[in-house]
């Protein structure tokens, strides 16, 4: 059966198309496409791995044109990040704000 097995960084990002046999697992099917020799910053004890954007366990069996992914570790956690922007907006806002009182 066809599957793919992908993987990206900030900005390179590698598929992998390839068949395997019926009953291969996530974890079989990334160390078959070679991946991990390509990137060997992969560890699968500690990198998340899913099917189709929804975590998966390494045993899980895949179907037909499953999509692997390995996921990366996030640089910066996006609750906070959001948090960052908002309050940097509403400081721009108030800025704007003060300079149109300022002028006559």
């Given amino acids: 059966m066809k599957i ?9 990002q ?6 395997v046999d019926e009953g ?4 079989q099917a990334i160390e078959l496409s ?15 791995t899913g099917i189709f954007g929804k975590i998966s366990k390494l045993d899980t ?16 956690d996006p609750k906070q990040m959001r948090k960052k922007r908002a309050t ?3 400081k721009m806002r108030s800025d ?6 300022m002028m006559p």
């Fill in 14 to 19: 590698t598929l992998l198309a390839f068949e």
């Fill in 34 to 48: 070679g991946i991990m020799d390509i990137y060997p910053q992969i560890d699968l004890s500690k990198n998340k």
């Fill in 88 to 90: 940097q907006g509403k």
């Fill in 24 to 27: 291969t697992t996530l974890k």
């Fill in 96 to 101: 704007k704000t003060n300079v149109v009182k």
């Fill in 61 to 76: 069996v895949l179907r037909p044109k499953d999509r692997v992914e390995i996921y990366r570790p996030l640089i910066a």
């Fill in 4 to 12: 793919e097995v992908a993987y990206a960084l900030q900005y390179k």
